[in-house]
C-alpha cells in the first residue's frame, strides 16, 4: 500500500493561491532510492552509482596511464560490432557488472585511443583530469542551461570564462564582454560563447553575415526581394579553409569561393581582391570572408591584415577560424599570428582540441553580440522570463536550444594548470614539434611542407605522390603509429600532429624511426621495380 501523507503546511507556507482546499491533497511521501518495494531491483541506486563511479574512475584512469599497452589503431574491420550484442535491447535491467565487463569485449576492440602517445593523427583531442571532472559534475548536475532561469549560474559562468580565455588570448578589447560594461554600461557589444563544434561557430557567423547583407540590400534597394538578394551572396576564403566552410554555405544557401594561397599557404589580399571585383561585375554580392589561423592541412595562416583592411573597405563581415592554433594566442610570442585582428568580427577556437579541454568546448567571440542575437532569435512565450530585460540568454547565440554546463570544465581546468601551466604544454608541444622536423629535415630522402610554427609538422617523401601514399597507408595499417594524410597545391603530404599531452623528446625519436624504417622498405621496393623496369627496356 502507498503511503500518503497530508501536506497542508507545505501548500500553505509556499503557495498563497490554491484553488484546490489544501488540507485534502495528498502526495507520495518520498520514498529512498534503496526502498526495494517501489524501486526497479536492477536499476542503480545512490550505493551502486558510488562504488561503480568510484570504479569507473579508476578504469579511466588505468587507461589512461597504460594506454601504450594498446596499439593505437584497432585491428577490426567495418561491422565488427554488431554481431557482438544481442538483435534485440534487454526486456529486463541487467547487472551492471555485465555491462562493465562489456565495455572490454565489445567497445575497446572499437577504440582509436587518441590519447595515445602514438596517435599523431587530425589535432589533438584535448582532454585532462580537471577537464574530465567537469563532464562528470555537469553530467550529474543533469541541468539545461538554455535560458538564464533554467540555470543561471550555467548562463552567468560562461561569459565569465570566455572574458577568462579571451584575456589570456589577448583578443581585442570588443571582443570582452567585461570591458564594454567599462566603456559603456549601455552598450552590450562584443563577447564569447561556447558552441558545440568550430563548424557551429562559422556557420552563426555566416548567418549574422548573411541577416545583416540581405538587410542592408533591400534598404539600398528595395525592388529586391530576399530570394533574389540571397541568390547572390557570396563569401570567400581559402583553398586549404576546413570544409566546414563550404558545408555552412551549404546550409546558408550562398555561394562560397575557395581562392589560391601563396607560397606559404596564405591567403592574400590581392587574391581576395581581384576575386570580389570581378563577383561584383557578375552582379555577385560579397557579404564573409572566413580567414583561417592555422589551416587544418598544414597549419597555415592567412594574411589578416591584408584581408580584414579589405572587408573594412568592403563592408564584409570577417571571420577567423582558429580551431586549433588559436590556443598558441595563450603564448605571447604567437601573438604576432593575429596582427590585423582589429579588423576582425568574430572568432572561434576549440580549447577541446589544443588546450586540455575534452569535448566539446568551442568558443566563439563576436564584435557585436547584437548582430548574432538578431540573426538567431525566435521567443516563444513558453521560454520568457522575468529577467529577461537584464540578462542574454545564451540560446539565442546558437542552433541548439539546449546547452550543456561547459563553461565548467574551462572553469575547473584553467583553474587546475593556471595559464603558466596551459601556456607549458603548448610551448612543449611546439618545442617537439621543431625536434621532429630536425630530424625529417635531417633525412634528405623526404621534404617538409609548409612554416614548422606550433605542433604540425608536414612532410612528404620526395618524388611522385604515390610513394608518400605507400608509406602512409604501411605506417597506419602497422597500428604502430596513427598519422593522416593532406593534399596541398596537388601535394600529398603526411600530417604528423602533437597530440598526447605529456609527448616527449623519445617519443619524436621513436616515431621517426618507425617512419624511416618504412620508408627504407618502400624506397628499396620502389627502385628494385624501377632497375627491373629499366633493364626490361633495355633488353627490349
Ligand atoms: C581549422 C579547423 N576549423 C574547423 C574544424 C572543424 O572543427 P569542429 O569539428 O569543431 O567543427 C577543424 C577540425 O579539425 C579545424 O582544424
Given at each position: 500500500m502507498k503511503r500518503m501523507k497530508k501536506v497542508f503546511n507545505y501548500v500553505h507556507h509556499h503557495t498563497s493561491c490554491l484553488a484546490v482546499p489544501q488540507d485534502e491533497i495528498e502526495i507520495p511521501q518520498q520514498t529512498t532510492a534503496t526502498d526495494s518495494t517501489t524501486t526497479n531491483p536492477h536499476g542503480m541506486d545512490h550505493l551502486e552509482f558510488r562504488r561503480r563511479g568510484k570504479e569507473m574512475?579508476?578504469?579511466?584512469?588505468?587507461?589512461l596511464t597504460n594506454i601504450e599497452e594498446r596499439r593505437v589503431t584497432p585491428e577490426i574491420e567495418p561491422g565488427y560490432l554488431r554481431p557482438l550484442l544481442p538483435d534485440e535491447a534487454p526486456e529486463n535491467g541487467e547487472d551492471w557488472q555485465n555491462i562493465q565487463n562489456d565495455i572490454e569485449r565489445v567497445i575497446m576492440p572499437g577504440i582509436t585511443h587518441w590519447q595515445?602517445?602514438?596517435f599523431h593523427a587530425y589535432f589533438p583531442a584535448g582532454n585532462s583530469f580537471p577537464s574530465i571532472l567537469g563532464e562528470i559534475f555537469s553530467a550529474g548536475l543533469g541541468i539545461v542551461g538554455f535560458s538564464w532561469s533554467s540555470s543561471p549560474a550555467c548562463t552567468e559562468l560562461e561569459p565569465v570564462m570566455l572574458d577568462w580565455l579571451g584575456r589570456m588570448m589577448s583578443l581585442p578589447d570588443s571582443f570582452i564582454s567585461d570591458e564594454q560594461k567599462k566603456i559603456d554600461s549601455q552598450t552590450v557589444s562584443g563577447g564569447g560563447v561556447l558552441l558545440s563544434s568550430a563548424s557551429e561557430c562559422i556557420l552563426v557567423a555566416m548567418l549574422a553575415a548573411r541577416t545583416i547583407k540581405i538587410r542592408s540590400q533591400r534598404l539600398e534597394n528595395p525592388s529586391l526581394d530576399d530570394g533574389?538578394?540571397?541568390?547572390?551572396?557570396?563569401c570567400y576564403t581559402s583553398k586549404l579553409a576546413h570544409s566546414c566552410v563550404e558545408k555552412a554555405g551549404l546550409i546558408a544557401m550562398v555561394k562560397v569561393h575557395q581562392l589560391s594561397v601563396d607560397e606559404h599557404y596564405s591567403l592574400r589580399g590581392k587574391v581576395l581582391d581581384e576575386q570580389i571585383e570581378a563577383d561584383k561585375k557578375k552582379g555577385l554580392i560579397p557579404f564573409f570572408v572566413c580567414g583561417t589561423l592555422g589551416t587544418t592541412s598544414c597549419c597555415s595562416f592567412d594574411n589578416f591584415?591584408?584581408?580584414?583592411?579589405?572587408c573594412q573597405r568592403e563592408q564584409l563581415w570577417f571571420h577567423v577560424d582558429g580551431a586549433y592554433a588559436g590556443a598558441a594566442l595563450i603564448c605571447e610570442e604567437y601573438r604576432y599570428l593575429i596582427k590585423g585582428f582589429e579588423f576582425v568580427n568574430s572568432f572561434n577556437t576549440n580549447p577541446n582540441k589544443?588546450?586540455?579541454?575534452?569535448?566539446?568546448?568551442?568558443?566563439?567571440?563576436?564584435?557585436d553580440k547584437?548582430?548574432?542575437?538578431?540573426?538567431?532569435?525566435?521567443?516563444?512565450?513558453y521560454l520568457r522570463h522575468k529577467h529577461a530585460e537584464k540578462v542574454i540568454d545564451l540560446r539565442h547565440w546558437g542552433i541548439a536550444l539546449s546547452r550543456r554546463?561547459?563553461?565548467?570544465?574551462?572553469?575547473?581546468?584553467?583553474r587546475s594548470y593556471g595559464v603558466e601551466g596551459l601556456r607549458h604544454y603548448i610551448r612543449e608541444h611546439c618545442r617537439l614539434a621543431k625536434i621532429f622536423a630536425d630530424l625529417i629535415r635531417d633525412d634528405k630522402r623526404f621534404d617538409i611542407i609548409g612554416d614548422v610554427l606550433l605542433g604540425l609538422v608536414c612532410f612528404r617523401l620526395k618524388g611522385k605522390n604515390k610513394l608518400t601514399e605507400k608509406l602512409l597507408t604501411s605506417?597506419?595499417?602497422?597500428?604502430?603509429l596513427h598519422l593522416t594524410p593532406s593534399m596541398v597545391n596537388e601535394m600529398l603530404i603526411i600530417r604528423f600532429a602533437l597530440c598526447a599531452q605529456n609527448a616527449s623528446e623519445y617519443d619524436m625519436h621513436l616515431a621517426f624511426q618507425i617512419i624511416q624504417t618504412y620508408a627504407d622498405g618502400i624506397l628499396f621496393e620502389f627502385e628494385k621495380s624501377s632497375s627491373t623496369t629499366s633493364i626490361r627496356s633495355v633488353s627490349n
Open positions: 574512475i579508476d578504469y579511466i584512469a588505468d587507461y595515445h602517445p602514438r533574389e538578394i540571397l541568390s547572390r551572396l557570396v591584415e591584408e584581408l580584414g583592411q579589405i589544443w588546450l586540455l579541454m575534452n569535448f566539446d568546448c568551442s568558443c566563439f567571440w563576436v564584435r547584437l548582430a548574432v542575437i538578431d540573426a538567431m532569435s525566435v521567443d516563444p512565450v554546463f561547459r563553461s565548467i570544465k574551462l572553469w575547473f581546468t584553467i605506417i597506419n595499417d602497422s597500428g604502430q
